[in-house]
């Protein structure tokens, strides 16, 4: 099963029964301007306003992608 779910990954065809509905994004988004959203999702569309926002949620195997600007100090990253 493992080998046939890893083809399926390289060809980029996993039936949807194969991915978790609770997997995390791979990549969250930081960025400042209208689009951001205070305690949003963190996806490219609308990002996390503040790190802080990005480190408070953020697990093992992201990527947190964080856009050139001036941001506050982090008070504490797991």
């Not at 802080?52 to 990527?63: I, L, S």
């Amino acid at each position: 099963m493992w080998a046939a779910a890893l083809a399926g990954v390289a060809a980029g065809l996993v039936p949807l029964s194969e991915v978790s509905a609770d997997a995390p994004p791979a990549d969250l988004y930081v960025g400042q301007g209208l689009s951001c959203g205070e305690s949003g999702p963190g996806t490219q569309a609308v990002p996390f306003c503040t790190v802080q926002e990005a480190a408070d949620v953020v697990v093992p195997g992201q990527t947190v992608h964080i856009a050139a600007g001036t941001y506050d100090r982090l008070r504490s990253v797991r």
